[in-house]
């Protein structure tokens, strides 16, 4: 008789990665030139990707929530930029800094498996990369967000990722989670001065 301990204790584990969201990086590039940034003071836009008008600012509104718990002055970007500006990125930055922002974060959900919830699944370009990221467990919710940090003063990009999130609750529950492991990345890679 075979024994099936190790099944049990893979789906017990199983169920405890379900039982809430994690945030892990596939991959990061932070510019080899810039050391430590501390954001106290700083005016940065935050710009949710989304076809979406309401996920957008509820993307964006979480995004400034998050930088401004980190000590930066966060601002939601459609509270500065107009529907038409937003696709002209010189007409983008330009009014930006117009604003005083001093950086830029983007945050855009960029691929999930193809159970995914309908809340996400309309978060991804043309859902051209939801085959590609089809895990061999389709039990959980995979959503993959790259998140993109700007600065309009150096005029340069400081900071790149790709995450995975299992299981985020929520389009919020979601920013902040990307939100908070981004921080903490940035961080540990010297990228961001701790608060």
């Not at 076809?51 to 964006?60: C, Q, Y």
């Not at 939801?130 to 940090?149: D, I, N």
């Not at 961080?187 to 701790?194: D, F, H, S």
Request: proline content about 4%; some cysteine; charged content about 25%.
């Amino acid at each position: 008789m075979r024994r099936r301990y190790p099944a049990l204790l893979l789906g017990a584990a199983l169920l405890c990665l379900g039982a809430c969201a994690t945030t892990t990086f596939t991959s990061t590039w932070k510019a080899p030139d810039v050391q430590g940034i501390n954001p106290a003071g700083k005016t940065v836009a935050a710009v949710f990707v989304s076809r979406d008008e309401s996920k957008r600012r509820a993307g964006e509104d979480a995004v400034a929530a998050a930088l401004t718990a980190r000590g930066a002055h966060g601002v939601p970007a459609y509270t500065l930029l107009s529907n038409e500006r937003r696709g002209d990125a010189e007409a983008a930055r330009a009014r930006l800094k117009e604003a005083g922002a001093n950086g830029i974060v983007v945050m855009r959900v960029v691929g999930m498996p193809l159970d995914a919830p309908a809340s996400y699944s309309d978060q991804v370009p043309g859902n051209k990369d939801r085959a590609a990221v089809v895990e061999a467990q389709q039990s959980y919710t995979l959503v993959l967000v790259e998140t993109l940090v700007y600065s309009l003063d150096r005029d340069k990009l400081l900071w790149t990722s790709t995450s995975r999130t299992t299981e985020p609750k929520d389009l919020d529950s979601l920013v902040k989670e990307v939100a908070n492991a981004t921080a903490k990345e940035m961080v540990k890679q010297g990228l961001l001065v701790r608060q």
